[in-house]
């Protein structure tokens, strides 16, 4: 059981340089989620879907793209890498709706633009 | 809007005392409400959830919470601290659009 994963775990940019984080999930969750998180300042939303070929933006959008082509996969596009982008970043995935919206969350990729 | 408050950016006990994490939440509609924990290097996990069944909610670990509409609480407690629960915990509501909106979390260290 899978559940969210992640890739890459680990990784440094260059400012300017682009990249994309890849996350899915096997859980055939309708709705997914990009957060940033820096100490001390919790989980900021960057963009969430709440199906496949939509998306809109959270709290924090700029700088960053989202495309969802499958219910399964939510990559999240950093185009012109900036320092202020360093952060860690979490994908989630919670189901229909209701009660049970709990997340599930992958285990992070830890960004740093040098 | 829903929005979430945690009080207390750390908060510091001895191994086998209480536990507290205290959470108050907005909301304009009966809310739903959840405790994250995040130990290091690792991504969120669901400790436990309030969706109006029982305002009293037992999660893992032994953490509870109990719901508090009166005062717009939802704290985390343990009666006794262990080593093992020394985390970050993140209290979250759900709000529109089935996002989840997090408060800024509490990390707990456990003193032997």
């Known amino acids: 059981n899978a559940g969210v994963t992640q890739t890459p775990k680990f990784r440094i940019l260059k400012i300017g340089q682009s990249m994309t984080l890849q996350c899915a999930q096997d859980?055939?969750?309708?709705?997914m989620y990009w957060y940033r998180q820096d100490p001390g300042m919790g989980l900021k939303l960057i963009y969430y879907?709440?199906?496949?070929?939509?998306?809109d933006k959270g709290e924090v959008p700029n700088g960053y793209n989202v495309s969802r082509s499958t219910t399964e996969d939510f990559p999240l596009r950093l185009e012109l890498a900036a320092p202020s982008q360093t952060s860690v970043y979490f994908c989630?995935?919670?189901?229909?709706?209701?009660?049970?919206?709990?997340?599930?969350f992958g285990q992070g990729t830890r960004l740093t633009v040098v | 809007a829903q929005s979430v408050t945690q009080l207390g950016s750390h908060v510091s006990v001895s191994e086998g005392a209480l536990v507290l994490l205290r959470c108050n939440y907005s909301?304009?509609?009966?809310?739903?409400l959840f405790w994250y924990v995040q130990y290091p290097n690792q991504g969120l996990q669901l400790l436990l959830k309030?969706?109006?069944?029982?305002?009293l909610v037992k999660g893992i670990n032994g953490f509870e919470a109990e719901f508090k509409k009166s005062e717009t609480s939802f704290h985390l407690t343990k009666p006794s601290a262990h080593m093992s629960d020394a985390a970050e915990y993140f209290c979250?509501?759900?709000?529109?659009?089935?996002?989840?909106?997090f408060g800024a979390g509490t990390r707990l260290f456990v003193k032997a």
């Open positions: 989630a995935s919670s189901g229909q709706g209701g009660g049970n919206t709990e997340a599930f």
């Open positions: 859980m055939n969750h309708n709705y």
């Open positions: 879907s709440v199906g496949a070929g939509i998306t």
């Open positions: 909301s304009s509609v009966p809310p739903y």
């Open positions: 309030y969706t109006s069944a029982a305002t």
């Open positions: 979250a509501v759900l709000g529109g659009g089935f996002k989840t909106i």
